[in-house]
């Protein structure tokens, strides 16, 4: 038990301890009447503390009512039911046992009693008075003897007074001065003591001519005795001087007027003495009787409180429980304080809680494996060089990771949003779009998609695969991309640097042999011939020397094209560059009009400037070659800067207003041996666009609608 | 409840009474005892004394405490004697009893210890105390010499030291009845006593 229950039990012990114990004070117990003060002040204390408690109780309750705390009104309700079944019937016990003890008081105190001791008590004093009256006239006598006699402290007068005493039947009997001086006594104890004089009222009262005076006064046994006093005035023969003398007569009041005078008098006295008490007493009572009542109230109301708060503290322990349940906590656990059915509802409570925590651990438990998993997923694919994309089934944007980001390329707005809306803000996207949108019967499909991204001009294998409905997206698609731009290069460069190697040696090497047999077919058979022969083998052998040669050039064109280019990169001012390469094509004043319409503060772009050169120039002479003869040709050259992707580019075009590009070779106008011209070696357009792509750049031809040819050139600003 | 209850039964208590005084005391110190006397007046309420004479023993103590004076510290108690004094009434003859008891065996009125029995007439001996025609006759008895011979404990430095007694003169409710002890701490007509006087005790 802890010191604040014992101290609980203990209050009310004491405190009921107290109230018994004034009960029975009030009740005049022997043990317990002395300390009647102290017993009420401790039940006074008692009363003080508990209307304290009560007080600051009803306080408590107060507050958790306003804070509308679990379980306040309950105790406030069961406050009221315990408080109004005990008050109710202790007001009206209080109430009846008050009057009853005012009317039992008063009912002892009868009216005919009360007559009857008040005759017994005149009864007496007539009685008494009568006796007074002759004991006075007794004394009177004996007096007058004593009158006759001269009256001195000798033996004679003693002996006279102990015959008067004996004759008279008195106890004691002596002569005094009037100044109260003994002059001789006689007493029926053998005159031991020295005999009380009479008062001096009593004095003074014979002297001033009483006769006499008599006076009930308590004996030395516990009864009564008459003192009696009376003049004795001696007779001239007797004294000369007539000297006045006192004789006072001390007789024991007969037995039977003692008893039955004491008796009406004791009982006469006790009922003086009862009608004296009548009015502490009730008040002795009712005070009693009303400390009792409050401190019985206010320990019913005080257990009642306890009781109350007792049995709503589960309650309002659930209610708290039940809150923090509700906010997620499943960590409460409520203390089981009874093994009652609200003990039971608690028990309840905590299994459930425990039930909810464990769920909520396994979960919990659930979520870090989930995460852990997404948190090596992400990992996983933030370091995969290939991109994923994942969409849902309408090709919204789900995820995506830091490839692709880097790759096509992706911001933080992307998410969420569709795919194809994506190509209205980021043009460059729509091939890869179109790839993944196109409607598909198979579950996977794969495709390479060309990219004008930030990087450049790149080329993309897409692999789609149609997510499964256990995956959590279902109907939604995941798109590995894979750069192959570097790859394809690669291997385009592997395969033309095989390609030439071949020619040199297949084509290139019995070309020498076949010149130089001609040659010398010329040298030895020429001067030998004669016309017609002569003239004959000198064109033939002029063609083969020819053609050999063309033969040659065209090989060392193709090698060239062929071989990978070593570049040389510095940042090059590029509308300076055109300018040069324009001024070597500056054509005859009048035929062909040329126009320069260059960016200013046009950025300058990393290019190795030998090979930038050989591309403009190219595009020129092919421009030339295209207007050649026709009237008010022209061609402009442009330059400006341009955003493909997120990133920043410059674009050049070269613009004649010639006949444009055949339709029939618009698509493959920069493939190798595509041309127009008789004496080209269809590597032209070849060679510049491997020029433009050795720069991560991108070039396209297309006839605008205004007319002529068109060479767009993007070259990014790195 | 209760003030309710007290305000219903004590509507009509009788007016306040008067206080004792202390008029006088003479002390002095006689071997291993004090002998003690005090004057007093002792005016009893009308309340207390229709209870003497409706046969209730009324009993007025003289609480006396011996102090050594000391000059930075409280006085030191060296002892505390009560005498007592009891009134009645003798129902039977009409007379008025004082009975003194104190601790060396008390006295009154100028006389030896009435422990031989009263005295009647005015301020006779009879049987064991002292009995007076009339109330009045009783307590004048009473206040002109109140006495007693304290026994001291310890032998008192009377050159070297200074003591003093303090003396009150109250009545005795533990000694009442019982019903009217209750109603004698709440009543204003049985609030009396005097004020604690102090009195240098002389060699």
Partial sequence: MTPARLLLALVPAALLAALVMLALAALHSPALIRHYPVLLALNIAGIALLSGVMVYGAWRLALHLRARRPGARL?????????ALALAPLVVVYFFSVQFVNRGIDSWFDVRIEEALNKASLLRRNTLEALRRDLVEQAAADAAALAQTPLSPDAATVRLLDDLRRAGDYEELAVFTPGGDVVAASGARGGALIPVAPASAVLAALGGGGRGHAELEPGGDGGLQWRVAVTVNQAPAASPAAALYVLQAVKVLPLRYATLGAGIQTALAEYER??????????SFVVTLTVITLMTVLLAAWLALMFARRLAAPLGQLAT???AVAKGDYRTRLTVTSGDDLGALVQSFNEMTGQLRQAQNQAEQSRRESEMQRTYLETVMAHLSSAVLVLDRDFNVHTYNKAARAMLPLGPACQGRALNALVADEPHLAPLAQAITAPRRDAEWQSEVPLAGGGGRRVLICRCTRLPPESGLPGGYVAVLDDVTDLIRSQRDAAWGEVARRLAHEIKNPLTPIRLSAERMRQKFLPQLEEPGRGAMDRATRTIVQQVESMKRMVDAFSGYAQPMRMQTAPVDLNQLIRDVMALHEPPA???????????????????????RQVFNNLMINALDALGGRDRAAVTVRTKVVRRGGAEYVEALVHDNGPGFPAGILDRLFEPYVTTKDKGTGLGLAIVKRIVEEHDGVIAAENPPAGGALVRILLPLR | MVTAAVMVIIPAAPAAARDFRIVDVAAAVDGAAIDFRAVLELPLSEEAAEAVDKGIAVTLGLNIDLLREREWW???????????????????????LVRVDGPGGGGSGGLDSGNGGFTSGNGEATGNGRSFPSLDAALEHLGRGLGARLPLTESLQLRRERYRLKVKAVVLFDMLPAPLRLWAYVAPSWRMASRASSWPLAP
């Avoid at chain 1, 105790?75 to 408080?83: D, E, I, N, P």
């Avoid at chain 1, 009862?274 to 008040?283: C, D, G, N, S, T």
């Fill in chain 2, 74 to 96: 409280w006085d030191k108690g060296l002892g505390t004697w009560q005498v007592r004094a009891e009134l009645r009434r003798h129902r039977p003859s009409g007379r008025y």
């Fill in chain 1, 590 to 612: 009048g035929k062909i009009k040329t126009a320069l319409e260059l960016a200013a503060d046009l950025p300058r772009p990393e290019v190795d400037p030998g090979r930038m």
């Fill in chain 1, 75 to 83: 105790t406030l309700r069961m406050l009221t039911a315990f408080g």
């Fill in chain 1, 321 to 323: 429980g039940q809150r």
């Fill in chain 1, 274 to 283: 009862l009608v004296f008490l009548r009015r502490p007493l009730k008040f």
